[in-house]
């Protein structure tokens, strides 16, 4: 058990109290007795218990009113209620009032027991729940100053809760999908799913099983039915990331679902119909891509309703130390270690450079840099080598001689970049060709920021 949980007990009967109390303390909780409502909320405040054993009835204030101001405290215990006789009643009714579980007496010292390990288990999950909750909105903080992102955040507010299709523009690792989440975040949609399909990571075969369902038996491997991706979307937001990248063919079935609103799953003639907003995001050019055949101009306007474009990071270098900031941060809870600074140079340094892999690269230096330097402040020199092992910068390639080591990275990276490009970015077979084990790559392509979808054509 990780740590020792406190209790409260709250009755007016004395031998009550000294009771639960022997026995919850020979199981190893902390425990703190009082005999009244007034005093259980004081109480609360002060000795923060995970969970309240507490007396319908008690003089002053009842034990139902306790339970409804203790709904109002920080740590949120779990609350138990003890009935006496007559009072069964009254204890059925506070569970549907918000608490836990009630117990009865004469007390049953195992019931006792019991009931609380339940509800303590109950009370790990709700905080386990409530810490998740607290890092995922965490991970959609847009970070920025600059004019770009304050311009950027100010649309997304005006946008996110219209229902308008929204497509997403933007160099590789500029934000998109970031925006997009924000904007579900925003939404009226919020509270149900935000459902993702990447359009370059799925074979063209399968994207219409992914996004339709299938039945069962519509094809070979299709053993049972699936539903697909609009379905579990319903109420929520479909983003179509990459949708640049999708095949011609599943263009057109998109097109249809979006103008008629329902479509088939492979395989059955059933008509399905959803509540869904789009969100597409894309880094090609659509309209070279139209011109040149490979996308459909009328799903081009269905989709491109509210046009985003996320701007590069070399357009907004004032936010480049904001950024590195929270990307050390982020690392530094991560990995648990202490906190880095840069120095001055080092920031500067960092501004300057013209990041063509934008904010993924930085936080993939940021991390590395954390985990690579062992000083507690980064220097200059120290960012030569993170930085060259994500990206060829131009600078460095001109300015003269690599060392040894760096030259090596740039190497490898590129190398590595080019089999992926081989395989269609299909990491097994790439894995397989350079006779490396598949985790070693992936640990690689992570070091290098290398995606998948990087090695997938340009
Ligand atoms: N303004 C920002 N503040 C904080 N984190 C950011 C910001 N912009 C991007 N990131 C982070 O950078 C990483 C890349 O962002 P994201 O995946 O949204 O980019 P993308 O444009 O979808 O990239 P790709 O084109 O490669 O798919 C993510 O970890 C994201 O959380
Ligand atoms: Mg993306």
Not at 77 to 93: D, F, L, N, Q, Y
Not at 261 to 289: C, M, Y
Request: with cysteine; aromatic share 6%; glycine share 8%.
């Amino acid at each position: 058990m990780s740590r020792a949980h406190n209790i409260l007990v709250v009755d007016d009967e004395r031998n009550v109290r000294a009771t639960l109390k022997s026995v919850l303390e020979d199981e190893g909780y902390g425990v703190r007795t009082v005999s009244s409502g007034e005093e259980a909320i004081k109480a609360t405040k002060r000795f923060h218990p995970d969970l309240v054993l507490l007396d319908i009835w008690l003089p002053g204030i009842d034990g139902l009113k306790v339970l409804e101001k203790l709904g109002d405290a920080d740590n949120n215990p779990v609350v138990v209620m003890i009935s006496g006789h007559g009072s069964v009643e009254s204890a059925v009714r506070s569970t549907k009032l918000g608490a836990f579980d009630f117990i009865e007496k004469p007390l049953s010292l195992d019931r006792v027991l019991l009931v609380v390990a339940n509800g303590l288990k109950q009370k790990v999950l709700q905080d386990e729940n409530l810490r998740l909750r607290a890092e995922v909105s965490e991970r959609w903080t847009m970070i920025g100053e600059s004019d770009a992102i304050v311009a950027l955040r100010k649309q997304i507010n005006r946008a996110a809760p219209t229902n308008g299709r929204v497509l997403i523009f933007g160099e590789n690792g500029t934000g998109k999908e970031l925006v997009a989440h924000c904007i579900h975040a925003l939404s009226q949609r919020s509270s149900k799913s935000f459902v993702e399909i990447n359009c370059a990571a799925i074979p063209g075969e399968l994207i219409e099983s992914e996004l339709f369902g299938h039945v069962k038996g519509a094809f070979t491997g299709a053993v049972s039915d699936k539903q697909g991706k609009l379905d579990l979307a319903d109420g929520g937001t479909l983003f179509l990331d990459e949708i640049g990248d999708m095949s011609l063919r599943t263009q057109s079935k998109v097109l249809r679902a979006l103008q008629e609103q329902t479509f088939q799953p492979v395989g059955s003639t059933d008509d399905h119909s959803v509540d869904v907003r789009i969100i597409a995001a894309t880094n090609k050019d659509l309209q070279e891509e139209i011109k040149s055949g490979r996308f459909r101009e009328d799903l081009y306007y269905r989709i491109n309703v509210i046009p985003f474009h996320v701007p590069s990071l070399r357009e907004r270098r004032d936010d480049v130390p904001l950024l590195a900031e929270h990307f050390m941060k982020g690392a530094a809870a991560e990995y648990g270690t202490g906190l880095k600074r840069l120095s001055e140079p080092a920031v500067a340094r960092l501004t300057a450079y013209r990041w063509p892999g934008n904010v993924r690269q930085l936080k993939n230096v940021c991390e590395r840099l954390m985990v690579m330097v062992a000083d507690e402040t980064i220097q200059e020199t120290d960012l030569e080598p993170a930085i060259d092992a994500f990206g060829p910068s131009d600078e460095r390639d001109s300015s003269g001689d690599l060392e040894l080591r760096e030259a090596r990275n740039l190497f490898e990276r590129r190398f590595i970049l080019t089999k992926l490009r081989e395989h269609a970015g299909n990491v097994k077979q790439t894995a397989m060709a350079l006779n490396i084990e598949r985790s070693h790559l992936y640990r690689k392509m992570k070091s290098y920021g290398i995606e998948p979808g990087d090695g997938a054509g340009e």
